[in-house]
């Protein structure tokens, strides 16, 4: 671009008092490096066809950009979309009765092994039509863009049969092509032990690996997503679900067909998951609350991020969290996700995640806020296309009611997002 003619953008907003970029240079933030979101002040940001072509001081912006729409941030922050790196947001019906259960002292593990909790909503959920998923996944979808979520990974895991987990898949596909937030989609069919397979955990293993996984991968290859995002497959390595030898087997023959690889480990019981998942390049291990000293450096020394839930420990009136310090202080990549279910964490809202893990996880705000965008877009495979506000990337924005970053943490309950701008598009969002 010659120096002295301005280049036509679509969209300039300017005198954002701290511009939040969160830019990582295409890798995960890891360790002390989570500590930088990297704030402008009074800054500016251009963008062309739905991408960021300027960052930077207003006055620089504006010296090299015109644009036909022009957005006074009036002092207020701007920062990434975040990106929810683990939901399970498609699901029928509500676990509502659960709630009281726990409220009186009831147990996660003993609800599920007596036939309740996933269960539960995995007979609701397949006595939904697909139709009736759509309608109520997207209320959940339009909750979360409200709260700025603009990418978010959403799970199978409510089906436990082929035919109900190929519907999820059409659900998720259907969400995506007709909902503003991108999705990354994540085959969970390994999420619990179906109640026709209660005395038969590896015969449920075998339907998964010989008939659920290939039916999967046939759809993703014919699906929107080929060729634009991952798709993962995930496995839940615990007490009354798949233990080590099941997990494994289940990872191996995913990641033999093409997926790429999650796992929730270390949610109430170390069984070594974290261990096989690292060894194996899992893309991230979630829940992380009981993950052992060697394990954590073995994931430091990874290139898989730690993906951690602290609204789960949050809703089930646990005081003990997975020690999210710790993990950056050994050097672990740690992103942050609400892991939205009807469950374990009914919350939509990446903010309110940020809010708990500062308190009780002891991250500071700099580092929840990386953990909930560029952190979170690497542990979905999307690192270099969303997540911070750099050159080339997707302008998914949030212009934020506050004059310090460091309220997006502070304070809770409320909603400070102003508006969202997701693929350089401002979003009506239903409060
Ligand atoms: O990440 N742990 C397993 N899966 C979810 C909970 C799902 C549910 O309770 O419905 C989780 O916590
Ligand atoms: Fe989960």
Redesign the pocket.
Known sequence: MPENSPFTADLIISNIGQLVPCASAGKPKRGAAMLDVGIIENGAVAVAEGKIVGVGNSDDILRKFNADQNVDADGCVVCPGFVDP?T?IVFAGD?LNEFKLKIKGADYLEILANGG??IS?VKQTRAASEAELVEQSKIRLDKMLSCGTTTVEIKT??GLDTETEMKMLAVIEELDKTHAIDIVPTFLAA?AIPPEFKSNANGYVDLICNTMLPQAWKWFVSSHFYGRVPFFADV?C?KNAFDLAQSKHVLETARSMGFRLKA?VD?FTNLGGSRLAIEMGAASI??LDAISDEEVKLLAASNTIGVV?PA?NFNLGSSHFADARKLIDAGCAVALST?Y?????PCPSPPMAMAIACRYQKLLPSEALNAATINAAFAVGMGNKVGSIEIGKAADLLVLDCRDYREIAYEFGGNLVASIYKNGRIQCIAR
Do not use: L, Q
């Open positions: 683990h399970h676990r909790g996933i909503t895991g409510y999420h839940f615990e929730h949610e979630d829940h839930t789960v892991d279910n009807p469950g374990s964490a």
